[in-house]
């Protein structure tokens, strides 16, 4: 019997990430895992590398892996990296392992290396966008925003606000009576 190899496609929404408080969206797809029981993504970033522990509607468990359910659709995911403090520029890798345990309690696990670009903004020229991918992460912030079932049934008021105006030069009538003008 012969092992499938998993299926899986890795894009970026940036070419590179910038050094410093830079931020980037790596959409992953993974084909359907056919008579799998119990699957897992695991991430391996470079140092200085994090990302948001958001896998949209993926669980994540303590270990920070991934939990896929095995389905006929292909599974998406969209996730957020990130740089806080100034990480060497240059080419680092982000390891992903694929981890599961077939129908017969076979466990199988495959890694794969995505090659990410790290580049000082400054010495960088803009960089090139995959507008398919920006669009994906447009789509999901517009969810979290306003999700689809808003938990209250109560109408939005939209009402302006009043427009409170102040007169530094208006004083009252008990103003006027009882101040001292000196």
């Known amino acids: 019997m012969t092992e499938q190899s998993f299926q899986v496609e890795f894009r970026f929404a ?18 359907p895992l056919a008579g799998v029981k119990l699957a897992a993504l695991r991430l391996q ?34 996730l957020e990296m990130y740089t806080l403090q100034p990480v ?13 345990i077939a129908a017969g309690g076979v466990e199988r696990s495959e890694s794969f290396a995505v090659p990410l670009m790290i580049a000082a903004e400054e010495e960088a020229e803009p960089p090139s966008m995959d507008n398919e991918i920006v669009q994906k992460v ?13 938990g209250n049934k109560e109408p939005l008021d939209c009402t302006p606000g009043r ?10 009538e008990l103003e006027k009576q009882y101040s001292i003008e000196g």
Request: hydrophobic share 30%; charged share 30%.
């Open 163 to 172: 427009i409170i105006r102040y007169d530094p030069h208006f004083r009252s």
């Open 14 to 31: 940036k070419s590179y990430l910038e050094h410093e408080e830079g931020i980037n969206h790596l959409w992953i797809k993974l084909e």
């Open 88 to 100: 060497s520029p240059g080419l680092a890798e982000l390891i992903f392992t694929v981890s599961c």
């Open 138 to 150: 447009k789509e999901r912030r517009c969810r979290k925003n306003h999700p689809s079932d808003h």
């Open 45 to 78: 970033l470079p140092k200085g590398i994090f990302w948001t522990e958001d896998a949209g509607v993926y669980p994540i468990d303590a270990d920070s892996q991934i939990r896929l359910e095995s389905s006929n659709p292909p599974i998406k995911l969209l």
